[in-house]
C-alpha cells in the first residue's frame, strides 16, 4: 500500500520501518527531515507538508507531540484533510484529546474520509521489537481495513468503540501507569535503603503480584541510571493533564494522578521533561 508517515520520533520511527519492511510505500513528513534519514535510504519518499503525504497516500499515519500538534497537521492550511480524498483512511496514534479525535473524525467524514484514533502503549522498546498495545476508536470497517497495518508493529490491537475511544482508553492507560511509577521508584528506594541487591529484588517481585510493564522494563533501567527516553516526562505530562481535564468533565477526582502530575512537573522544572519517564526515580534525589 502507499503510506503516508507523519511524525519520525522515538517511537514513529520504528513504526514506519516495519511497515517499510513489511513492503509498503512511504511517503515521509516530519518537522527535522534528519530523524527521517534512516527511512528515506532505504526508499521513503520526503514530502514537504502532511498535505502533500496525504495527496500520494491511501493510508495515513501520524505520531505527533501535543494535541495541538494533532490540530495542525490534520486541520491546518497544510494539513492533512485538505488533500485527503474519497475512501482514504487516516490514523492519529498520538495521545491526545478524545474530543479532538472526534472533530477529526466530523470533518473527515464531510470529505468521505475515515479518521480513527488509536493511540499505543509500550514505549521505545515495544515500538522496536513491533508488540505495542493500539487502542483504536472511530469507524469498525475502517478498523478492520487497517488491522494488517497494525499488526506489522503491535501484538496487542483492540477496537474499543466509537471515535474518541482510543483516547479514552489511554488515559486509563496513563493514569494506571503514573501511580505505578511512584511505587516501582518508592519499592526500589526501600530495596536500597535496606541494603538489599536491588537486582536481586527485581527477579523476586517482578513476576509476583507487583509484577508490571513498568517494573519489568523501567525499574532496570533506573538501576542503571539509564534515563534515556522511551516516552519523554514532557509528553507524560501532557497526557496526565488531559486526563485530568477529561475525568473533572466526568465529575470524577483522581488524587493518585494529580499526585503524580504534581511530582512529574516538579521534576521538569529540574530540566528533566526530555529525559524518560523512568527518571521519576530522581525524584527523591
Same mark, same amino acid.
Given at each position: 500500500?502507499?503510506?503516508?508517515?507523519?511524525?519520525?520520533?522515538?517511537?514513529?520511527?520504528?513504526?514506519?520501518?516495519?511497515?517499510? !519492511?513489511?513492503?509498503?510505500?512511504?511517503?515521509?513528513?516530519?518537522?527535522?527531515?534528519?530523524?527521517?534519514?534512516?527511512?528515506?535510504?532505504?526508499?521513503?519518499?520526503?514530502?514537504?507538508?502532511?498535505?502533500?503525504?496525504?495527496?500520494?497516500?491511501?493510508?495515513?499515519?501520524?505520531?505527533?507531540?501535543?494535541?495541538?500538534? *494533532?490540530?495542525?497537521?490534520?486541520?491546518?492550511? /497544510?494539513?492533512?484533510?485538505?488533500?485527503?480524498?474519497?475512501?482514504?483512511?487516516?490514523?492519529?496514534?498520538?495521545?491526545?484529546?478524545?474530543?479532538?479525535?472526534?472533530?477529526?473524525?466530523?470533518?473527515?467524514?464531510?470529505?468521505?474520509?475515515?479518521?480513527?484514533?488509536?493511540?499505543?502503549?509500550?514505549?521505545?522498546?515495544?515500538?522496536?521489537?513491533?508488540?505495542?498495545?493500539?487502542?483504536?476508536?472511530?469507524?469498525? /470497517?475502517?478498523?478492520?481495513?487497517?488491522?494488517?497495518?497494525?499488526?506489522?508493529?503491535?501484538?496487542?490491537?483492540?477496537? @474499543?468503540?466509537?471515535?474518541?475511544?482510543?483516547?479514552?482508553?489511554?488515559?486509563?492507560? @496513563?493514569?494506571?501507569?503514573?501511580?505505578?511509577?511512584?511505587? *516501582?521508584?518508592?519499592?526500589?528506594?526501600?530495596?536500597?535503603?535496606?541494603?538489599?541487591?536491588?537486582?536481586?529484588?527485581? !527477579?523476586?517481585?517482578?513476576?509476583?503480584?507487583?509484577?508490571?510493564?513498568?517494573?519489568?522494563?523501567?525499574?532496570?533501567?533506573?538501576?542503571?541510571?539509564?534515563?534515556?527516553?522511551?516516552?519523554?516526562?514532557?509528553?507524560?505530562?501532557?497526557?496526565?493533564?488531559?486526563?485530568? /481535564?477529561?475525568?473533572?468533565?466526568?465529575?470524577?477526582?483522581?488524587?493518585?494522578?494529580?499526585?503524580?502530575?504534581?511530582?512529574?512537573?516538579?521534576?521538569?522544572?529540574?530540566?528533566?521533561? /526530555?529525559?524518560?519517564?523512568?527518571?521519576?526515580?530522581?525524584?527523591?534525589?
Amino acid at each position: 500500500m502507499k503510506i503516508g508517515f507523519i511524525g519520525t520520533g522515538v517511537m514513529g520511527k520504528s513504526m514506519a520501518h516495519h511497515l517499510q !519492511k513489511a513492503g509498503h510505500s512511504l511517503f515521509l513528513y516530519t518537522r527535522t527531515k534528519g530523524k527521517a534519514q534512516e527511512l528515506l535510504d532505504n526508499g521513503a519518499v520526503w514530502c514537504p507538508t502532511p498535505a502533500a503525504a496525504a495527496r500520494q497516500a491511501d493510508v495515513v499515519f501520524t505520531i505527533v507531540g501535543e494535541p495541538q500538534d *494533532v490540530e495542525e497537521v490534520y486541520l491546518g492550511a /497544510e494539513g492533512i484533510l485538505t488533500e485527503s480524498s474519497k475512501g482514504q483512511i487516516v490514523v492519529d496514534m498520538t495521545t491526545s484529546q478524545p474530543s479532538l479525535a472526534r472533530k477529526i473524525f466530523e470533518k473527515a467524514l464531510e470529505k468521505g474520509v475515515d479518521a480513527l484514533d488509536a493511540p499505543v502503549s509500550g514505549g521505545d522498546t515495544g515500538a522496536k521489537n513491533g508488540t505495542l498495545a493500539i487502542m483504536v476508536g472511530g469507524n469498525k /470497517e475502517a478498523f478492520e481495513k487497517v488491522l494488517p497495518l497494525f499488526q506489522t508493529f503491535g501484538s496487542n490491537i483492540v477496537y @474499543q468503540g466509537e471515535a474518541g475511544a482510543g483516547q479514552h482508553t489511554k488515559m486509563s492507560n @496513563q493514569i494506571a501507569i503514573a501511580t505505578n511509577m511512584i511505587g *516501582v521508584c518508592e519499592a526500589l528506594l526501600y530495596a536500597r535503603k535496606a541494603g538489599l541487591d536491588v537486582d536481586s529484588v527485581l !527477579k523476586s517481585i517482578s513476576t509476583g503480584a507487583a509484577g508490571s510493564w513498568s517494573l519489568s522494563n523501567l525499574a532496570p533501567r533506573m538501576v542503571k541510571g539509564d534515563f534515556a527516553p522511551g516516552f519523554y516526562v514532557k509528553h507524560f505530562i501532557k497526557d496526565m493533564k488531559i486526563a485530568i /481535564e477529561e475525568s473533572e468533565r466526568m465529575g470524577l477526582e483522581l488524587p493518585g494522578l494529580s499526585l503524580a502530575k504534581k511530582m512529574y512537573e516538579e521534576l521538569a522544572l529540574q530540566g528533566e521533561g /526530555e529525559s524518560g519517564t523512568q527518571a521519576l526515580f530522581k525524584y527523591w534525589n
